[in-house]
Every structure is written in structure tokens, then in C-alpha cells.
């Protein structure tokens, strides 16, 4: 999933940099609600792991 916010934020950055200001906030848009996706997902995950009493891998 964070592979596919940085897709999206390579896209919105080409975009902006050729001036396609519709597409480049679009696609950074996208990358914003993956990233905060992603960032739930992961503290659900912790949370889960330490409830059932194992700690993050090393």
C-alpha cells in the first residue's frame, strides 16, 4: 500500500512539474488518503501484536 502512495506521489509531482495543476492535486489527493490508510492500518496493527503479546520484530 505505501508503494502505491509513492506512485501516486511521483505522478502528482510529474504532473505539477508540466503544469497539469487538475492532475497533479488529484493524484497527490490519492496519495494523501493512501498514506493515512496505510498509517492506520499500521497503528491496528501494533495494537493487535501487543495485545496478543508479541513484541515488533527486530
Keep these: 500500500m505505501l508503494g502505491w502512495t509513492l506512485m501516486f506521489l511521483v505522478v502528482a509531482i510529474i504532473a505539477a512539474v508540466l ?33 496478543r503479546g508479541k513484541g515488533p520484530r527486530a
Design 19 to 51: 503544469g497539469f495543476t487538475g492532475i497533479a492535486g488529484a493524484a497527490a489527493e490519492i496519495a494523501k488518503i493512501i498514506f493515512f490508510i496505510f498509517i492506520v492500518l499500521w497503528v491496528i496493527s501494533l495494537i493487535a501484536g501487543a495485545l
